[in-house]
């Protein structure tokens, strides 16, 4: 069967996304319901892929379909293109089946040459309009097609402006443009050698091929990868008869959510300009018009483009991005894709549709990104405080951001990857801004509304932004900005505040985050669904409260060696680890065991009725020492003095520190993730760990004398081999023993063990006869299986390897399941056939990845644990798991699985 390179947007009865593109599917689609859609056609994504196999060329067989569409067109609307009495005129857009909104090409008013620019003057009886087209395409074209810089043409339309003192564009006359038109055209000729190219089914072919490539621009390639969206897509491109908001006052432009894209409220919101076109809006040239205000210029056109809104809407089941124009007081749509919108928008939005019965629940959550919810559990500003504010824009993506002001976009991205918080401020963003504004905290301009391009993009990344802030006197050639008699230069520390449109200088004061009533509700949905229990690592009481607060439903991993590095117990630690016999290092812990048992305490009486899950001492012991490099130093620099003035008080601390040194190079190791450490050191030096599991029976005794319910379990960690679990659990039981009969109390301990070295996993069955449980370490268990140093891999290699594909994401980011996976399941299943009740958890990173947990789900495990501030992400991860795994069963999609 042969393959079709170009659907007409009449023509498709069930438009597929994947083939046409997201733009092309939705024309077909709004095309199909009898929505005002210009007329055109669109080459497929699968087009895009032979045209870059052929070698950047159409192929025969797409050229012929090309001239079939275009003939289509020029029949239905009476027009030709090229035509020298009445020119049918197209755009050329891309439509990738993800939406990238500004990252690849588009060409307006192709069609128009010396020839056909006087028809359409003479058909639309404004000259003005006709030749400020023929204008805006020939700039257009040569900077898609031809890679003219952009700049060449900006200069010149200044200056025309400057010296005839027109105050914008729409004032130009018609004979002014003809001499722009002229001097852009001798642009063209110097840089290219050749003259433009004013043969429109050239014109065509050409624009169509820029589209295709700009698939693999730069900026594209950028946000594919800010995005995660796969590089094998493609783009389709859409060709349309062209309809012109710039035909007088009675014609227009604009962009508009069917609800508020920032705050997720139930209302049109949008702008537009009268007398321009698209690009004006978008590109934040010219600052627009709130929508509500077309309420009184346009009201029938207000009326229908309310209740246009309303339907796509509700076909769509959700919010709406719509482009449209008014071309002589009639309304076309332009086009209509699910809208990017900030964190808390897109909670509020999923929420408010489950309840208007538009969606159901599990689509509300589907719907939702686990970064996202990331965003809103961040601090905001201390109103508290007074700020110096000193301009206000458009609050075009909520959040604080502060940093220095970057005037560029690749000295945003320099400065940034040194380490610096940076704030890109523009007059107005372009595409070719896109690694700037990822570099960013946040995004400022002086032009622009809040459908603009860096209003749009810092939304769809959870940026901070401020758009059109006026007072702003932007000069990024010198590297500065004024406001009123203000001078600020690259490098001064200004804030923004992206949900009320303030500009500060200085740095701000944050406070923590308060959780919207539609964010619990949400979590309150997840939590119905999933069947994976979240847990928090959290070592310290006040972490605990946090996780608790986040919904966290104990701690999976509370390591007891951060305890230790606290100022009023590192000494003791030291002394305990440097002790010359059994008795010094007796008494040390002595001194370690109430400190440890206050910890214990506080964490377990904060988790009241929750498990907590407390490892053991894990790290080798040279990490509490001082460091080996500085004591060398120390040695050195004694000698020297000893050498220079000989008294007893240098000598002293010559020998005090040499005994040091000695001391510590004896504990030094040479590979520490592999060496004496974990049940190792529980081993070798069994006083630890019988001090620590002391403290721990202890604090649950004192805890349940005082009528609470703690629920401690106890982690032996790097066990290999049973017979280290076996003898750790002899001594952990023996000290329980011991504390419940002192206190004449009963309780029951779990007592388990990390699973982080492949042995261990391999063994599992093994372990099991002595392990109520496994909490896979996956941090490590990554290390070990990979043969990787972590430090080492991600400072030195890992980011190359995940570059250039060798690996296809950071394995101790996103679980390795082919590999440290395959250990998880095999672990899982061992452990369970020898003890089916075995309890199973993960306490690494990968614990609040959602990629990872929906693995974790599929293997039946019973719990993750990540950070406090991950663990509204993992619940929603975990509830999107068990409904991708529902729907799955079900062999459809369904509904829930309709994912924007």
Not at 113 to 139: C, M, W
């Amino acid at each position: 069967m042969t393959k079709k390179w170009v659907y007409r947007f009449d023509e498709v009865s069930t438009p597929d996304k994947m083939l046409l593109g997201g733009k092309g599917a939705n024309l077909a689609d709004m095309t199909k319901h009898g929505l005002p859609v210009p007329p055109g056609f669109t080459i497929t994504t699968e087009a895009c892929h032979a045209y870059v196999a052929a070698g950047n060329t159409l192929t025969a067989e797409m050229e012929r379909e090309i001239d079939e569409a275009i003939s289509a067109l020029e029949a239905r609307s009476g027009k030709r293109l090229g035509d020298a009495t009445d020119p049918l005129l197209v755009s050329v857009r891309s439509g990738a089946p993800i939406s990238m909104p500004g990252m690849m090409d588009t060409v307006l008013n192709l069609g128009l040459n010396h020839e056909s620019v006087k028809g359409l003057a003479r058909t639309t009886d404004n000259p003005r309009f006709a030749y400020d087209s023929f204008r805006r395409f020939i700039q257009m074209f040569s900077n898609v097609v031809l890679n003219i810089p952009i700049h060449y043409f900006e200069r010149i339309l200044d200056d025309a402006k400057n010296k005839h003192q027109f105050s914008g564009d729409q004032a130009v006359t018609a004979e002014v443009w003809m001499d722009v038109i002229q001097s852009y055209l001798d642009v063209v000729r110097h840089q290219t050698g050749r003259p433009f190219p004013m043969e429109p089914r050239d014109q065509l072919e050409m624009a169509i091929g820029a589209v295709f490539s700009s698939w693999n621009n730069p900026r594209a390639a950028v946000y594919r990868k800010v995005h995660q969206i796969s590089e094998s897509l493609g783009t389709a491109v859409n060709v349309q008869t062209m309809v012109f908001g710039n035909m007088g006052n009675d014609s227009g432009t604009g962009v508009a959510f069917t609800r508020n894209p920032s705050t997720g409220e139930s209302e049109l919101f949008g702008e537009y300009l009268i007398n321009a076109q698209g690009e004006d809006v978008v590109a934040g040239i010219r600052t627009p018009s709130a929508i509500a205000t077309l309420q009184t210029e346009m009201p029938a056109i207000y009326d229908q483009f309310v209740s246009l809104c309303r339907q796509l809407e509700l076909h769509y089941r959700d919010v709406q991005d719509i482009e449209f124009t008014i071309e002589r007081g009639r309304l076309y749509l332009l086009q209509t894709r699910n809208a990017k919108r900030s964190a808390q928008a897109a909670v509020k939005i999923a929420v408010d549709l489950a309840r208007e019965g538009v969606i159901d629940k599990e689509t509300a959550l589907s719907r939702l990104k686990p970064e996202e919810l990331d965003q809103l559990l961040h601090p905001s500003i201390d109103e508290r405080v007074e700020l110096e504010v000193i301009a206000t824009g458009l609050p075009a993506s909520p959040g604080a951001a502060m940093g220095q002001l970057v005037f560029d976009a690749d000295r945003a991205e320099e400065l940034a990857h040194s380490g610096t918080r940076v704030l890109l401020v523009r007059s107005e963003t372009t595409p070719e801004d896109i690694h700037g504004i990822v570099a960013a905290e946040g995004v400022l301009t002086s032009r622009g509304g809040m459908t603009s391009h860096a209003a749009v993009v810092a939304r769809g990344m959870g940026k901070p932004c401020v758009c059109g802030c006026d007072e702003l006197r932007i000069d990024e050639e010198k590297g500065l900005c004024t406001v009123g008699d203000t001078v600020l230069r690259e490098g001064d520390m200004v804030s923004i505040d992206g949900g009320t449109g303030r500009v500060m200088l200085g740095e701000i004061h944050l406070v923590p985050p308060t959780m919207s009533d539609a964010f619990e509700t949400l979590m309150i949905w997840a939590d119905e669904v999933r069947s994976l229990g979240v847990r928090a690592n959290a070592d310290t009481p006040e972490d605990a409260e946090k996780a608790r607060s986040f919904g966290a439903e104990g701690i999976g991993l509370c390591r007891t060696e951060h305890m230790f590095m606290a100022s009023d117990r590192l000494p003791v630690v030291q002394e305990m680890i440097l002790a010359s016999t059994h008795e010094e290092r007796r008494d040390a812990l002595e001194r370690l065991l109430p400190m440890q048992r206050d910890d214990f305490y506080g964490i377990l009486q904060a988790m009241d009725g929750c498990p907590v899950t407390i490892r053991l001492l894990d790290p080798p012991l040279h990490e509490f020492l001082p460091n080996l490099e500085e004591l060398v130093a120390k040695q050195a620099a004694l000698r020297t003095e000893l050498s220079l003035r000989e008294t007893e008080e240098v000598r002293d601390a010559l020998r005090e520190t040499s005994g040091l040194l000695s001391k510590v190079r004896a504990l030094h190791e040479m590979n520490p993730m592999l060496g004496h450490r974990g049940c190792r050191l529980g081993l070798t030096m069994p006083e630890v760990y019988e001090m620590q599991a002391r403290a721990v029976f202890e604090a649950t005794a004192q805890l349940i004398e005082e009528g609470y319910q703690p629920k401690p379990e106890v982690m032996i960690p790097l066990v290999g081999h049973v017979e280290e679990l076996r003898r750790m659990r002899e001594l952990v039981e023996r000290v329980c023993k011991e504390v419940q009969a002192v206190r004449t109390l009963t309780f029951q301990v779990p007592i388990g063990t990390m699973i982080e070295v492949p042995r261990a996993a391999l063994t599992a069955d093994e372990i099991a006869h002595s392990a109520d449980f496994f909490s896979f370490g996956t941090n490590d268990l990554t290390q070990t299986t990979f043969g990787y140093s972590r430090d080492d891999a991600e400072g030195k290699f890992l980011h190359t390897y995940v570059e250039s594909k060798v690996l296809q994401a950071n394995p101790f980011a996103t679980i390795d399941v082919d590999g440290v996976g395959q250990l998880v399941r095999i672990a899982s299943a061992r452990g369970r056939a020898e003890k089916p009740k075995l309890k199973l958890g993960v306490c690494g990173e990968h614990g609040g990845d959602k990629a990872s947990i929906s693995f974790f789900h599929q293997s039946g495990l019973d719990y993750v644990s990540c950070s406090p501030y991950r663990v509204p992400l993992a619940r929603l991860s975990a509830a999107q798991a068990a409904i991708e795994d529902e729907t799955d069963e079900k062999g459809g999609k369904g509904a829930a699985a309709q994912v924007s």
